[in-house]
């Protein structure tokens, strides 16, 4: 009797053991001590900060896309290294990785939100069309025509096709437009529930300025579609301006999207611990000086330090031809040769290298939006002072850097180390500077549209990634350098190729892609829609 118990005790334990096997393979894969939701505002975090260490970025850069004193800034002219170990002023790229895994956060962040119980418009679902726009934008401009209609759908598509340039910035703006109306729509409601964003403290008043400065920007970017008819820009970007109660936009730089360092997990990219790393390899580029020279810009003695050659020959501190760039384009072992020799400006050893905070980082500036504005007035696209706007933009470019109407003091290095300074005081006048020939807006013609894109270029000194690089390419303003340095036959690229990962997993879509666009090849120097 005991030893028949015994035998269907035994049996039931072996019956229960191999019903638990019967387990489909997705769900016996599944770690039990693994988190498989997490909230909306720890997801949205991960996003924010991709929209500063963007990750998936060019082959060659820093793995960011905003990160100041990187590669993007390199290939905005802005700086230049002579030191080849560690970087070089090439601009032979290849290939770039694209945001498809950020936009999957997008997607689950916007799941999580609802799972918690949100409504189907919420904070979290507007920010997600906004995210969308901004990454698509951020792949788009770099290759051409991307998967868009077709990803993102798992298993559902592993090869989906691609959509055009054209048809991706049409949802694009469709995208932000949305946001706005949806934001407006949460804002009225009283939703407060946003958490989790480390930029605008959850102030959705504040995003619904950015989601619109973030639209004009794209519009500005779209200037040689400005008479397609199917996107309409001129007409966007009039209802834009003339109506500020449906597109509210930020006001000044408390209205800034940027990114804060910390001194200790996210120190600034320039400061103490790695002078001795950096700081004698790495000189100012002859691009960016000029264009503060030729103007009398004071902003050139907050972030430069006067060439030490130039003293020696007699010149002062706080004389403006003691600052001097040197081209991308030379040859990097002169380039080395000159600095040894103090011919060149290094970067400014106070205002850069005794700071693990440095100063904040624009992804989305209010200086911009003011020269976007200027810039689409000048072309006719709306109704407006450009020459108001235009000024603004210089003002608040001067107040990020401390600058103001009077005695000013500025600080050297006395021995190009980060110990001994010298204080100098530079009287600074906003409205002489406007005055000057160079500087006086031309009114809306050429002249006074080269004036507003220097001028934005000027802006975007370390700041806002590669948008300074991106309206170069768009206008040509400014006159960017070239030679041996830069490499690329004497050529300043116009895109980046297509992932690596597209050729093995994605082949027949993405040849057809590079035939419609490229007439088949996957060159650098091929242009884009965009660009036509």
């Not at 028949?4 to 393979?25: D, Q, R, W, Y």
């Not at 437009?177 to 934001?183: V, Y």
């Not at 006074?448 to 390419?473: D, H, M, P, V």
Request: proline share 4%.
């Amino acid at each position: 009797m005991k030893l028949n118990k015994l035998f269907i005790l035994s049996l039931t334990t072996l019956t229960l053991a191999l019903s638990g096997c019967e387990k489909s393979f997705d769900e016996l894969e599944k770690d039990p001590n693994r988190a498989v939701n997490a909230p909306a505002s720890l997801v949205l975090k991960g996003i924010l900060n991709d929209m500063y260490n963007s990750g998936n970025s060019p082959s060659g850069f820093s793995g960011v896309t905003n990160q100041p004193w990187g590669a993007e800034q390199r290939y905005n002219q802005f700086y230049a290294s002579n030191y080849d170990y560690y970087s070089t002023n090439e601009y032979n790229w290849t290939t770039t990785s694209l945001n498809y895994f950020t936009l999957k956060d997008v997607i689950k962040m916007e799941a999580e939100a609802k799972r918690a119980g949100a409504a189907d418009v919420n904070p979290y679902s507007a920010l997600g069309k906004f995210f969308r726009a901004y990454f698509y934008e951020n792949m788009t401009r770099r290759v051409g025509d991307v998967p868009l209609t077709e990803a993102l759908k798992d298993l559902g598509n592993l090869t989906p096709k691609y959509d055009s340039q054209k048809a991706v910035y049409a949802q694009i703006l469709k995208w932000l437009d949305d946001a706005n109306t949806d934001m407006a729509a949460i804002i009225t409601k009283g939703d407060n529930t946003l958490a989790g964003d480390f930029y605008l403290n959850n102030d959705l008043r504040k995003w619904q300025k950015i989601i619109n400065a973030y639209r004009i920007r794209v519009l500005i970017s779209l200037s040689k579609k400005e008479g397609d008819t199917d996107l309409a820009i001129k007409q966007k970007f009039a209802e834009m301006i003339g109506n500020s109660t449906k597109y509210p936009l930020p006001t000044g730089l408390s209205d800034n999207l940027q990114y804060i360092h910390n001194s200790t997990q996210s120190k600034y990219p320039r400061n103490q611990d790695n002078f001795g790393q950096s700081a004698t390899r790495e000189n100012m580029a002859k691009t960016y000086i000029d264009v503060l020279v030729e103007r009398k810009d004071p902003r050139l003695f907050v972030v430069a330090e006067p060439a030490s050659a130039k003293l020696a020959a007699g010149l002062k501190p706080t004389d403006f031809a003691a600052f001097v760039g040197a081209s991308s384009g030379e040859d990097l072992q002169d380039m080395a040769t000159k600095v040894l020799k103090g011919e060149y400006s290094f970067q400014n050893r106070k205002h850069y290298y005794t700071s693990y905070i440095g100063e904040p980082v624009f992804i989305i500036g209010y200086p911009e939006l003011m020269f976007n504005i200027a810039e689409g007035i000048n072309r006719g696209w709306a109704a407006g002072d450009a020459a108001s706007y235009y000024q603004k933009g210089i003002a608040a470019s001067m107040e990020f850097y401390g600058l103001k109407d009077g005695a000013n003091t500025v600080t050297f290095s006395r021995d190009g180390g980060i110990f001994n300074f010298d204080n100098y005081t530079v009287n600074v006048s906003l409205a002489d500077y406007l005055a000057q020939p160079s500087v006086k807006y031309a009114g809306n013609i050429a002249t006074g549209l080269s004036q507003i894109l220097t001028q934005k270029y000027i802006a975007f000194f370390q700041n806002s990634g590669l948008e300074a690089f991106y309206n170069q390419r768009r206008t040509g303003v400014p006159t960017f350098l070239t030679g041996v340095g830069t490499s690329n036959s004497g050529r300043i690229p116009k895109r980046w190729l297509y992932p690596q990962n597209e050729r093995t997993t994605n082949e027949v879509n993405l040849k057809a892609a590079l035939t419609t666009q490229y007439g088949g090849n996957d060159d650098i120097n091929s242009v884009m829609w965009l660009l036509q």
